[in-house]
Structures are given as C-alpha cells and as structure tokens.
C-alpha cells in the first residue's frame, strides 16, 4: 500500500524488452534507497511494481505485459520523469489516502487553468471508470494523492496547489498527455457490496441495533 504523496520524481534510464515484457531501470534521483531491500514495492508513477535489482540510485522491475497495457508506462520512454512512492509502512503517517499502486485505466490532462496561486487541472477517464469519482472524494493520478472538486460526465477536476506542481512530474504535463488512474478502493469495495447483495438494509431496526436510533 501506498499513501499518494510523491517521495521523489525519478527518471527512467531504459527499457529492456525481454521476452514479450519490459524490465524497467529507474534513476531515483533524491528517493532515500538505504532502507530499500530486494522485493520490496516501489510505486512509479502510481504503478506499484517490484525491485528484482537496485543500488543507492537506481532500481529495476520487471513490467508485464498486463501492466503495460493498463498503464502509461508502455507509453514511456528512457529520459521521462516519473513519479516514485517507496510502500507505506505501519507507522508511517497517512498524508493522503490508502492507495494500492494497482492503476485501474489511463486518462487524460483535458485543462489547466489558473486558479489564484494554485492551478485547476480537468482530465477525462474511461466511462466505466466515471462512476467510482466522486465529488471531494479521493483519486490517485500518476501517483499522486487528490481531492476531487467537481465533476461531469467522465471528466473531473482537482486543484494543484504550487508544492504539489513542483514537485511532481505535474510540471512537465500539458493537455492531451495521458496518466494513470486509481479510483478510491472503498468505492470498489461499496459496489460490489450492493451489487451482491450483501449491504445492510438502513431500516429502523438496524439502526437501533447500531446505536443510530
């Protein structure tokens, strides 16, 4: 698991196609790699993939063939920044929201506007994707933990504040550039709760039993 705040942006050094998939060498740049041990998770612009190799500057992952066709990484080149995220740990502060690396669909950047200090940003996401974004809720883009402000139809927008810009491959993007999306796993979770048939009935009773009535 992961929290959504960008520890470092990294560059990705090459890509090497072995077998039908790609293993992936990323220069981490500023990322702390003295507690990092082989196997360990480390999210790359939101994709969480596994060290098989690493130094005190770079790591290696092999990237599958499934995750290079549901995420932006295929879409990379050596030379591009990427977000990077080491795996949360249990004493680690929450900063954003529980986010799990495994990227549900590739959107897009549709605006960006200036919003005082801060920059309003519009993307647009698969339609099947649309219905787990909710206003003030949380999503995960290329990453990177945010509140969505509002929403219509299958785009949605967020506000970057200048830290956040900054300090996250945000400043490279401009409209049309693709990136990762993550919507917030409790959405999930509640859909197929309803869609199985097994969420509680909100009547009187159950609320009395729960300590509601």
């Not at 999210?43 to 599958?64: H, I, M, Q, W, Y």
């Not at 967020?158 to 049309?176: D, K, Q, S």
């Not at 509640?190 to 509680?200: K, N």
Request: hydrophobic fraction near 45%; glycine fraction near 10%; charged fraction near 25%.
């Amino acid at each position: 698991m992961f929290t959504g705040i960008i520890q470092a942006v990294g560059r990705i050094q090459r890509l090497e196609p072995r077998g039908g998939d790609v293993r992936l060498v990323v220069d981490t740049t500023t990322l702390d790699m003295a507690d990092v041990a082989l196997g360990d998770s480390i999210a790359v612009a939101g994709v969480c993939l596994t060290a098989v190799a690493f130094d005190a500057t770079s790591f290696a992952a092999d990237v599958s063939n499934e995750t290079l066709a549901m995420t932006s990484l295929g879409k990379h080149k050596a030379g591009d920044a990427v977000n990077l995220e080491k795996a949360l740990r249990l004493a680690d502060r929450l900063g954003g929201h529980l986010v799990s690396g495994h990227v549900d669909g590739v959107g897009k950047v549709v605006a960006v506007v200036p919003d005082g200090r801060s920059l309003r940003w519009t993307f647009e996401v698969p339609r099947d994707l649309a219905r787990y974004i909710a206003h003030k809720g949380s999503v995960c883009i290329d990453g990177t933990s945010l509140t969505v402000n509002e929403v219509d139809g299958t785009r949605f927008g967020v506000n970057l504040i200048p830290h956040t810009v900054e300090h996250t491959t945000f400043a490279a993007r401009r409209p049309g550039d693709a990136v990762n999306i993550e919507v917030d796993v409790v959405a999930r979770y509640v859909e197929r709760l309803l869609a199985s048939g097994g969420a509680p009935r909100l009547d009187e009773t159950f609320l009395k039993q729960h300590g509601f009535a």
